[in-house]
C-alpha cells in the first residue's frame, strides 16, 4: 500500500505562482512513476506532468513552459512548481503514484494506481 498526501493548493490571481507538493508514504519502493493530474468541473481527469517509469518527464502541451516537475527521493516526496498560472489552470489537481510489482519467479506482475485526495488550485482573472 502506498499513501500519497498533496499540499500547496490555493487561490491566485493570473500570473502567480503556487508549489505543489505529494508527499508518499508505505511500501514507495514499489512506485516506478508518479505526476500529476487535474481535473476541472464538467471535464474528464487530464495528465498535467509525470516522471515515467523510464526516467523520463512528461508535460501536457497546455503546461510546458510554465511548470515544472521535480523529487526529493529522500524525502519520497513530487513538487510541481506552476508559474504563470492562467485561469484555465483552475482544477483539483490530484497526485498519482504508480506500483509495480513482481509476484513469482515468472516475473509476473502486479501493478496498481494510488491517487492523493486532491487539492483545489483556483485561478483568478
Known amino acids: 500500500q502506498v499513501q500519497l498526501v498533496e499540499s500547496g493548493g490555493g487561490l491566485v490571481q493570473a500570473g502567480g505562482s503556487l508549489r505543489l507538493s505529494c508527499a508518499a508514504s508505505?511500501?514507495?519502493?514499489?512506485?516506478?512513476?508518479m505526476g500529476w493530474y487535474r481535473q476541472a468541473p464538467g471535464k474528464q481527469r487530464e495528465l498535467v506532468a509525470e516522471?515515467?517509469?523510464?526516467?523520463?518527464?512528461n508535460y501536457a502541451d497546455s503546461v510546458k513552459g510554465r511548470f515544472t516537475l521535480s523529487r526529493d527521493n529522500a524525502k519520497n516526496t513530487v513538487y510541481l512548481q506552476m508559474n504563470s498560472l492562467k485561469p484555465g489552470d483552475t482544477a483539483v489537481y490530484y497526485c498519482?503514484?504508480?506500483?509495480?510489482?513482481?509476484?513469482?519467479?515468472?516475473?509476473?506482475?502486479?501493478?496498481?494506481?494510488?491517487w492523493g485526495q486532491g487539492t483545489q488550485v483556483t485561478v483568478s482573472s
Open positions: 498519482k503514484g504508480h506500483t509495480r510489482v513482481v509476484v513469482n519467479v515468472e516475473g509476473a506482475t502486479v501493478e496498481r494506481d494510488y
Open positions: 508505505g511500501r514507495t519502493s514499489n512506485l516506478n512513476s
Open positions: 516522471f515515467t517509469s523510464g526516467g523520463k518527464t
